[in-house]
């Protein structure tokens, strides 16, 4: 068994950013520049925001960190989002999710100018990347890509199995996997909280992409011997014996699914660092495609 370790993967993407921003600095040219919009006092919504905030300073990128308190409108939120989009300076829009009960994800994920959405959450950058035009991919599907390729993970005629259907992970993952590009190329079954016999499908898939939510729901009995598998969940569980007092789980019962696989992401450490890395590669093409 080998790790598809994300950190090293990530760490590679953001050398080569990091270069080619060194360089528009010296041509004199704009450097990228994301805006990230975080509301309410989600612990977990705050760490990722940090960690997409401090990526951006690693690469050479300038960040603008937006704060809002729950209690924001959906109407003032949308207006900030105008301004955004109206302000040239900003390459990059990212609304953290999730959004407090009062207000449309939907409705703010479509009012982010396509150009600037390097989440690739918007309904136009989804319909190209199903139609395999160029534009923003969603991040964390975009980041898995990029670690199978770093690694050069064979996916050419291999079963692939994603588990979860969100708009966000699990759905455009499947469209990925099964597009006739390198790290494609998949048959692809598309697992969800409906399907029976997931145990069977999970059996016969050369990769997973376990994208449910649920903490080591992935067991060894589910696995093929030889199988690559990635884990996209994060869950925070409480834990006293941690000065945080959480952990994080995985979707996948690393322990005992591990020993059977040729390849597998660790958590954390493995999709995480990618999703990241995949955020800023959006947002540098944005500045690019935008001057
Ligand atoms: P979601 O809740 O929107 O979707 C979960 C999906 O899992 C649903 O489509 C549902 O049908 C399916 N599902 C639920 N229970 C199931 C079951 N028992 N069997 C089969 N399918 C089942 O979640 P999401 O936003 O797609 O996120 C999934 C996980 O990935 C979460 O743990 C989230 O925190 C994590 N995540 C991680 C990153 C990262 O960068 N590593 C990014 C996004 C999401």
Redesign the pocket.
């Known amino acids: 068994m080998k790790i598809l370790d994300g950190k090293l993967a990530a760490q590679a993407v953001k050398e080569k950013l990091k270069i080619a921003v060194e360089k528009l600095k010296a041509e004199g040219k704009k450097v990228p520049h994301l805006a990230a919009i975080l509301i309410g006092d989600n612990g ?1 919504s705050a760490t ?1 925001v940090a960690a997409k905030v401090k990526a951006c300073e690693e690469t050479g990128f300038i960040s603008t960190l937006l704060r809002y308190d729950s209690s924001i409108t959906a109407t003032q939120l949308l207006e900030k989002i105008t301004e955004l989009n109206k302000n040239s300076a900003i390459d990059g829009i990212l609304v953290q ?1 999730p959004l407090p009960a009062h207000i449309a994800e939907e409705e703010v994920i479509k009012a982010i100018d396509p150009a600037k959405d390097v989440d690739g959450f918007h309904p136009v950058n989804l319909g190209k990347m199903v139609q395999g035009q160029s534009g923003f991919i969603p ?2 599907p975009y ?1 898995i890509m990029l670690l199978l390729e770093h690694y050069q993970i064979e996916t050419t005629g291999k079963n692939a199995v994603v ?9 455009p993952m499947s469209i990925l996997l099964s597009g006739n590009t390198p790290q494609g190329n998949c048959t692809v079954t598309l ?5 029976k016999e ?1 145990e069977t499908h999970c059996k016969q898939a050369d990769i997973i992409v376990a ?4 903490p080591e ?1 992935l067991q060894a009995n589910m696995i093929k011997k030889g199988a690559v598998v990635i884990d ?4 925070r569980v409480n834990d006293n014996t941690k000065k945080s007092g959480f952990r994080l789980l ?2 996948v019962h690393f322990e005992s699914v591990a020993p059977l696989c040729s390849w597998i992401t660790p ?1 954390p450490g ?3 660092p ?3 890395a995949a955020l800023l590669k959006n947002t540098f093409q944005a500045c690019q495609q935008r001057h």
């Open positions: 977990a990722y999710l991040a964390t980041g588990i979860g259907r969100s708009n966000i992970v699990g759905r697992c969800h909280s409906r399907t997931l994208a449910l939510g649920k729901f996209v969940g994060i869950t995985g979707d958590v493995g999709v995480g990618m999703t990241i």
